[in-house]
C-alpha cells in the first residue's frame, strides 16, 4: 500500500472505512485463493471474531552515506473454532549502498577490486573502506499454526522461507507449552532448524589467501574455492511466563543455538600492515566453521494506572567469546484516544576472540581471522518514538521514529604509525521511520 | 566476569521459580493483562522488523524468540 494513501486513511475516517473493508476484502481473497480455500459470501453471517486480522508495516532504514533499506510486511491472522490461529506474513525488502569491507582506512587513496570480479572502486584518502556494490532485494515468507491439543497443552508449528539474490534460507519450528496453577505459569520448550544457501556473484573466496592487487592481477583459482556453501542452524528455547500479579507479568527464556558451516562473510577483507601502519595487502577473512549461543532473556511488563512500562535484559554467550548484553525499555503513555512510547535499547558486545581491525604482515598468520566491526567491540545505543492511533472498528495506525548509533571500539590493539592518523572505529550512525496500519 | 553472570543468572532463575507457586492472579482479576498492550510481545511486527535490524547490524541474535538462520545481509 502507498504511503500517501495512508495517509489519507488516518485523515479520512469515514472513507478509511469504505477503503479498509474493500482492502480487507481483496487481501482476504488473495489469502484464500493462495490457501485454496472459498471466500465467504458478503452478508453470510460469519462470526467477527473468525475473519482475517492484518497487520502491515513499511519501514525505511538508512544509514549516513552506507546502506539505505526499504522493508514492508503483511501479515494475517485467523482465528479458527477452539483457539487455533493460522498466521501468514510476507516481508519483501530492498537493500541498496555501501558496507564497510574490513580494510582499514589509509592516508592516501585505496582501490579495491570488487568481490565479484567485475571492476574496481577507489576509496579517498582517510576513510573507512566501503564496498558500494550492495543492492539485493528479499522476499521472505512464514506461516504458522497454533492449536490448543488439551486443556493446558498448545502447540505451534512453522515454516520460513527467505531468498534473496545470492542467499536462500530455509526453516521449520515447533513449540509446545504447557500452563499450571489458573494459567498464571506458563513454561514452553521450542525447537527449529534452519538451513542456508549463499551463492556470491563471482564465487565463495579463498579464506586467508592475498587479494588480486586490482592493477596489475586477475581472479584465478587461488582466489576462489567454489561457487556456493550453506550452514545449518539448530535453536532451542525454553520459556518460562509467569503472572506475577494484576499488573505484572514476566518472562524468562534460555536458548541455545548451534550453527555449522560457511560462517564466514565472503564479501569481508582484512588489510595485513607493515610496522609503520601502510597496508601491504589484503586478505579474505574466515570464521570458524561452527559457532554455539547460549542466551538468557528477561523480560517484565507492569501496568500502572494508565501506563505501560516493558523491561527486557539480554545476555548472550558463545563459543566465539561475544559476550553481550541488551537494555530495552518502551513506556506506553496514553494520550487522547492514542497513545506514545519512547522507546531506549542500550547494547554492548565484547569482540569474537579472532577480531582483529587488522594484522601484522611479520605475525605468523592467523587460523581465524575477521576484521568485520560488527563481531568487534561495540557499544550501541537508540533512542525512538512512536504514536498510535485507533481508527473505527478496532483498526490502528501508528508511526515510529528511531535513531540508532553504533560505536565500535579497540579492544586493545595497538595502532602503527599511518593508523593513528584515521579512524579506524567509525561510528554508524541510522534512522529508522515506520508507518503501521492495522485492520 | 564471564562465570559471575551465568552464577547471577542461576540465582534469579531459582528465585523466580521458588516464588511461582505463590504468584498470579484468579481469572476475574485478569483484566489488565488481558489488554493487549499487556502482551509479551504486543507489537510483533515492530519486533520482526528490529530483530532484522539487529540481527544484521550486531552479533547477538534471538532471546525472545529463536536466533534463527535468515539472510546474507550487510
Redesign the interface.
Known amino acids: 500500500m502507498q504511503l500517501t494513501e495512508k495517509i489519507e486513511l488516518a485523515n479520512q475516517p469515514r472513507l478509511a472505512k469504505n477503503k479498509a473493508k474493500n482492502l480487507k476484502s481483496l487481501l482476504t481473497a488473495a489469502t484464500c485463493s493462495l490457501l485454496g480455500t472459498t471466500v465467504p459470501a458478503n452478508g453470510q453471517s460469519q462470526a467477527e471474531e473468525n475473519q482475517w486480522q492484518f497487520?502491515?508495516?513499511l519501514?525505511y532504514?538508512g544509514e549516513s552515506d552506507r546502506?539505505t533499506a526499504v522493508?514492508g510486511?503483511i501479515?494475517a491472522t485467523k482465528e479458527f473454532d477452539d483457539e487455533e490461529f493460522l498466521s501468514l506474513?510476507l516481508?519483501i525488502?530492498s537493500?541498496t549502498g555501501a558496507?564497510a569491507n574490513g580494510a582499514v582506512a589509509q592516508p592516501y587513496v585505496q582501490t579495491f577490486a570488487r568481490p565479484s570480479g567485475k571492476g574496481t572502486f577507489a576509496v579517498p584518502s582517510g576513510e573507512t573502506p566501503l564496498d558500494d556494490t550492495?543492492k539485493?532485494t528479499?522476499l521472505?515468507v512464514n506461516a504458522s499454526w497454533t492449536r490448543p491439543l488439551t486443556t493446558d497443552y498448545t502447540i505451534s508449528t512453522g515454516l520460513?522461507a527467505?531468498k534473496?539474490y545470492?542467499?536462500l534460507?530455509?526453516?521449520l519450528?515447533a513449540s509446545l507449552t504447557r500452563d499450571f496453577?489458573?494459567?498464571?505459569?506458563t513454561v514452553a520448550i521450542?525447537f527449529?532448524a534452519?538451513?542456508?544457501e549463499?551463492e556470491p556473484e563471482g564465487g565463495i573466496p579463498n579464506p586467508l589467501a592475498i587479494l588480486p592487487n586490482p592493477q596489475t592481477t586477475a581472479f584465478d583459482d587461488s582466489h576462489r574455492i567454489g561457487s556456493s556453501d550453506n550452514?545449518t542452524?539448530i535453536?532451542v528455547?525454553l520459556g518460562?511466563?509467569?503472572?506475577?500479579?494484576?499488573?505484572a507479568?514476566?518472562?524468562?527464556?534460555y536458548?541455545f543455538?548451534m550453527v555449522d558451516g560457511y560462517l564466514t562473510?565472503p564479501?569481508k577483507i582484512v588489510s595485513s600492515v607493515d610496522e609503520l601502519g601502510v597496508t601491504q595487502h589484503q586478505i579474505y577473512e574466515k570464521r570458524p566453521d561452527s559457532r554455539q549461543?547460549h542466551?538468557?532473556?528477561?523480560?517484565t511488563?507492569y501496568?500502572f494506572t494508565s501506563t505501560?512500562v516493558?523491561f527486557?535484559y539480554?545476555?548472550?554467550?558463545d563459543d566465539?567469546e561475544?559476550?553481550?548484553h541488551?537494555f530495552d525499555v518502551r513506556y506506553?503513555i496514553p494520550l487522547g484516544t492514542g497513545?506514545i512510547e519512547p522507546h531506549l535499547r542500550y547494547?554492548m558486545?565484547e569482540a569474537?576472540e579472532f577480531y582483529r581491525p587488522f594484522i601484522n604482515q611479520d605475525d605468523v598468520s592467523p587460523s581465524y581471522v575477521s576484521a568485520d566491526y560488527?563481531?568487534g567491540e561495540?557499544n550501541?545505543y537508540t533512542l525512538g518514538f512512536?504514536y498510535g492511533m485507533p481508527l473505527k472498528n478496532g483498526q490502528e495506525l501508528s508511526f515510529?521514529i528511531e535513531y540508532?548509533q553504533?560505536d565500535p571500539e579497540n579492544p586493545g590493539y595497538e595502532l602503527p604509525g599511518v593508523l593513528q592518523e584515521v579512524d579506524l572505529f567509525e561510528s554508524?550512525e541510522a534512522l529508522?521511520a515506520?508507518i503501521?496500519y492495522s485492520f | 566476569m564471564k562465570k559471575i553472570y551465568q552464577v547471577n543468572i542461576l540465582l534469579i532463575v531459582l528465585l523466580i521459580s521458588s516464588g511461582c507457586s505463590s504468584l498470579g492472579v484468579e481469572p476475574w482479576e485478569r483484566d489488565l493483562l488481558a489488554r493487549k498492550e499487556m502482551a509479551l510481545n504486543a507489537s510483533p511486527i515492530d519486533a520482526a522488523l528490529d530483530d532484522h535490524i539487529y540481527f544484521s547490524k550486531e552479533a547477538s541474535s534471538g532471546g525472545r524468540s529463536f536466533a534463527g538462520g535468515g539472510c546474507g545481509c550487510n
Do not use: C, P
Open positions: 497487520d502491515t508495516a519501514m532504514y546502506v522493508e510486511i501479515a506474513k516481508t525488502d537493500l558496507s550492495f539485493d528479499r521472505q520460513h527467505s534473496e545470492d542467499y534460507s530455509l526453516g519450528n496453577n489458573k494459567k498464571n505459569t521450542g527449529a534452519f538451513y542456508d549463499i550452514k542452524t535453536d528455547l518460562v511466563t509467569q503472572v506475577i500479579n494484576r499488573r507479568i514476566m518472562q524468562l527464556n536458548s543455538s562473510d564479501f549461543k542466551s538468557v532473556f528477561w523480560q511488563k501496568h505501560v516493558d527486557s539480554r545476555y548472550l554467550w566465539w561475544i559476550n553481550s541488551t506506553r497513545y547494547y558486545q569474537a560488527r563481531v561495540m550501541a512512536k515510529r540508532y553504533q554508524v529508522i515506520q503501521s
